[in-house]
């Protein structure tokens, strides 16, 4: 069936760096994509979101990139800080009423 | 604090036994989702309420029964624990279903 996934499940960065997390999707009817991070022992934060028809979205250090041609999208993270070591979740509306399809997350650590 | 409530927080089952999670969130949102995430996967849906009334099978829905007991409140049953079922339950919501969802902070449940 179809599926979200992400390339690395643990990304390690200098704080201070620039990271960037990659998600791939396969589900070409999607179109609404959510980025969503989640701390140790809480639940998923919303980070921002887009859709299909748009290939860029900006919000207070994060950028997310849409590419329908590959099917991929990406979370810029400027400036990384302590506070942004999580796991990062992928997400995308695929079109029912059944909710949100994750990928399985990638693990930012950052570096002092 | 307006948001997703979920409880219990914590909850440890002998195999056999029954219990119900309680959600409630009070943001007038429309649909409310139980999910359930395990050790380095993504969340995968179990049980959704587009609106009240009504309720669906996501993904993994074996084992489980849920109640839209009102437009605030999702609860999710385990008739007969199984320890297949040990997990960390997540309740969310949103307005529809392009909306980005609101989720609580959990409930790890061990089942022995």
């Known amino acids: 069936g179809e599926s979200v996934g992400l390339h690395l499940p643990t990304l390690s960065v200098q704080e201070g760096d620039n990271s960037i997390i990659n998600c791939a999707y396969s589900n070409s009817a999607s179109d609404y994509f959510i980025w969503y991070k989640q701390e140790s022992g809480k639940g998923p934060q919303f980070i921002i979101d887009?859709?299909?028809?748009?290939d860029k979205r900006q919000g207070q250090r994060v950028t997310v990139l849409l590419n329908k041609t590959v099917k991929h999208l990406s979370l810029q993270i400027a400036a990384t800080q302590p506070g942004d070591s999580a796991v990062y979740f992928c997400?995308?509306?695929?079109?029912?009423?059944?909710?949100?399809?994750f990928g399985k997350g990638t693990h930012l650590i950052i570096q002092p | 604090n307006a948001g997703v409530t979920q409880t219990p927080k914590f909850q440890v089952l002998k195999t056999g036994q029954s219990m119900t999670l309680q959600c409630a969130q009070d943001?007038?949102?429309?649909?409310m989702y139980w999910y359930r995430q395990d050790p380095g996967m993504g969340l995968r849906l179990i049980y959704y309420s587009a609106s009240e009334g009504t309720t669906d099978k996501g993904e993994v829905p074996n084992g489980y029964n849920v109640s839209r007991l009102n437009k605030r409140e999702f609860s999710l049953r385990l008739e007969s624990a199984a320890p297949s079922q040990t997990s960390v339950y997540f309740c969310a919501s949103s307005t529809d279903r392009v909306g980005g969802y609101t989720f609580g902070s959990g409930t790890r449940l061990t089942v022995v």
């Open positions: 943001m007038n949102h429309n649909s």
């Open positions: 997400a995308e509306n695929g079109g029912g009423a059944d909710g949100l399809t």
């Open positions: 887009i859709r299909s028809n748009m």
